[in-house]
């Protein structure tokens, strides 16, 4: 049996990713109680007795987990930004970083929840040559509540009720997960991202339009390649056709399976790339999951909400 300890379990990623693996007697989960959660001795004590660890905490909180490790075998998923560009660590999105990469590795970054969406729609393309590495590249999205953890999950559900019906954020052009995104795609100019969060508790939709004389191609031939790429996958679907007028942000909520999109005009020059997930199913505790269990030769999706 594979020891795990979550560090953070008692935070919405780490309770998530509980729920996914509470039943399975692959895994022999170490807790601690809730005198005992952020006692670094406690702490220090269950990585190293741990075969993998999960990392579900702020990024400095995590950062300090690594540092605790005092052996030469404990595995790490960190669900945090602390490692996301880090040398030495393999980026956990097995469907662009590799499975066998993921699997074998000892360090793995758990992507950002909008990253996911973003970086499965653009890196095939990049690496097809259908977008340019040097493209101006922007992505709106939108996110459920939970994508800011406790705090926010408080702040929407205060008694005085949410706070905005849609609020855009990351004013100051610089939201953490844009040096994933670039990196991650191989992209030479940092792409424009504007996030913004709704009152629903979990969901996401990313986005990334385009005008056809920025690519290297059509919008079929796109279609056709990130169809291509994520052929076989469990997880990761594109849609070959898709008939309703609108797309919600709710569509993937509760779900570790992620949708992609091409819409074009066939008369205008426009294209329009879009995702659908859950910002805690295959942007962060789905994810999670999906790397563990390749970690452990199990298939990915073993216990994931498909
Ligand atoms: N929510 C999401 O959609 C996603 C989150 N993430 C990332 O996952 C990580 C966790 O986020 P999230 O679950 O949302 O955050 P939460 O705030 O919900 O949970 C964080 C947990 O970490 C605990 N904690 C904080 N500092 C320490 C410490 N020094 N030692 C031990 N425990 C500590 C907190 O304790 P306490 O309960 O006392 O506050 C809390 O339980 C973050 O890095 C976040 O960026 C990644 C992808 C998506
Ligand atoms: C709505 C909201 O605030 N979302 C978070 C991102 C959540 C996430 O996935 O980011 P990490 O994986 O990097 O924690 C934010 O924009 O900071």
Redesign the pocket.
């Known amino acids: 049996m594979t020891r795990i300890f979550i560090?953070?379990a008692?935070?919405?990623?780490?309770i998530q990713i509980r729920d996914r693996l509470s039943g399975r007697d692959e895994f022999d989960l170490i807790t601690l109680g809730d005198e005992a959660?952020?006692d670094d001795a406690a702490?220090a004590g269950a990585i190293n007795a741990a075969d993998i660890v999960i990392l579900?905490?702020?990024?400095e909180?995590?950062r300090?987990s690594v540092a605790m490790i005092a052996n030469g075998t404990t595995r790490v998923i960190d669900?945090?930004?602390a490692h996301r560009t880090a040398p030495g660590w393999i980026y956990g999105l097995p469907e662009i970083s590799g499975r066998e990469a993921v699997a074998k590795a000892r360090f793995v970054s758990?992507p950002?929840?909008y990253s996911t969406g973003f970086i499965a729609l653009v890196a095939p393309l990049v690496a097809a040559g259908l977008i340019p590495a040097d493209a101006a590249l922007s992505c709106n999205a939108v996110s459920g509540y939970?994508?800011g953890?406790?705090?926010m999950i408080a702040e929407y559900e205060s008694a005085d009720g949410a706070p905005s019906a849609w609020r855009t954020y990351a004013l100051g052009l610089a939201h953490k997960h844009v040096p994933e995104m670039q990196a991650r795609c191989g992209l030479t100019r940092r792409p424009l991202f504007a996030p913004a969060v709704v009152p629903l508790y979990s969901g996401m939709v990313c986005e990334v339009p385009l005008f056809r004389e920025m690519t290297n191609g059509s919008a079929d031939q796109m279609r056709t390649a990130l169809a291509d790429h994520y052929a076989g996958s469990p997880i990761i679907s594109v849609a070959q056709d898709y008939e309703p007028a609108t797309l919600p942000v709710e569509m993937l909520s509760g779900q570790d399976s992620m949708r992609l999109f091409v819409f074009a005009d066939p008369a205008s020059d426009q294209i329009r790339l879009v995702a659908a997930l859950d910002?805690?199913g295959k942007?962060?505790s789905g994810a999670a999951v999906q790397s563990l269990n390749l970690m452990t030769d199990l298939p990915e999706t073993t216990g994931l909400r498909l």
């Open positions: 560090d953070g008692a935070g919405t990623t780490g959660r952020k702490r579900c905490l702020p990024d909180a995590a300090q669900a945090s930004t758990n950002g929840c939970s994508g953890g406790k705090s910002n805690l942007g962060a």
